[in-house]
């Protein structure tokens, strides 16, 4: 079956440390996202990415970190920088690189908890 | 730019009942528009999108959607509602040539037997 795969479903991070976040699909697409989700905040883009080699920052990017070595991975690295990181975490993809009028398809997203 | 607001935060219908959902975008020209379902725990899933043409979108799981230009609303309906469809619901609006969809706040469904 195609779909975008995340993992871990669940991370717990003590403070200070790194953690990173793995996001694979195999619908051939060229766009992915990385979107964090809080209540009531609806989801706020973190890093997308249009094509191998190549991503850019969304509208909260401070203290993430991303890269695209493969077209079907787009890991996320929530650093130690990343002042408040305990969220939902969704990783997204479209087939369009211009994915803003694309569908996008979902992964079943990280929860990530800073004890 | 493009935005997107959904006036209630949440709402609470009755198994059986009928169901409106509000989304209100800001945006210049005619934007591309989508209504996603997001389960507890899970991923968001298309319901359904409107580009062009006819202004009454059908989508999945019996929903659908009106377009209307003058009220600057994409407001999502479903004429029966069943226990399964309490989720969240998000609107979101695109620009044709941007990288970027821009979501809504939500609004979380509740279903009462």
């Known amino acids: 079956d195609g779909g975008i795969t995340q993992s871990p479903k669940y991370l717990f991070r003590k403070e200070g440390q790194n953690v990173t976040l793995s996001c694979e699909q195999n619908?051939?697409?060229?766009?992915m996202y990385w979107y964090r989700q809080d209540p009531g905040q609806g989801l706020r883009l973190i890093y997308y990415s249009q094509i191998v080699n190549d991503f850019q920052k969304g509208d909260i990017a401070e203290g993430y970190s991303v890269s695209r070595e493969k077209k079907e991975s787009f890991p996320l690295t929530v650093t130690s920088a990343q002042k408040n990181p305990t969220a939902f975490y969704l990783c997204a993809s479209s087939m369009s690189p211009v994915g803003g009028t694309d569908t996008q398809y979902f992964g079943p997203g990280t929860r990530l908890t800073v004890l | 730019a493009q935005s997107v607001t959904q006036p209630d935060i949440h709402i609470t219908v009755s198994e059986g009942a009928s169901l409106e959902l509000r989304c209100n975008y800001s945006?210049?020209?005619?934007?591309?528009l989508f209504w996603y379902v997001q389960s507890p725990g899970q991923g968001l899933q298309l319901l359904l999108k409107?580009?062009?043409?006819?202004?009454l979108v059908q989508g999945i799981k019996g929903f659908e959607a009106e377009f209307k230009r003058s009220q600057s609303s994409f407001n999502l309906r479903k004429p029966s509602v069943h226990w399964s469809d309490a989720a969240e619901y998000f609107c979101a609006v695109g620009a044709p040539g941007g990288f970027k969809t821009i979501f809504g706040a939500g609004t979380r469904l509740f279903v009462k037997a």
């Open positions: 619908l051939n697409h060229d766009a």
């Open positions: 945006y210049g020209a005619t934007p591309y």
């Open positions: 409107y580009f062009s043409g006819d202004t």
